[in-house]
């Protein structure tokens, strides 16, 4: 990778590093505050993700957890 293009991902890396931070932030304190948290922590990792392997590994892992807990509820006891 030559340095010229390597500084130009430097905008779009700070610029979704800033947006998922807030969104992630946002979600977080939507925990205890009234909002929707559900949306918003999603949102954060999902743009986290595009840079960060982090965010994508939690992501997935929510996803799973997400989809074994509907499994869970639909399955008649």
Known sequence: MSTESSQVNWP?????SVL???FLLLGVVMIVLPGPAIVFIPAGLA????????ARNWLL??????SSR????RMPE
């Open 20 to 22: 998922g931070g807030t």
């Open 12 to 16: 779009k890396r700070i610029i979704i």
């Open 61 to 66: 892992r929510m996803r799973r957890w997400l």
């Open 47 to 54: 743009l986290l993700a595009v840079e960060y392997d982090f």
């Open 70 to 73: 509907a499994r869970r509820r």
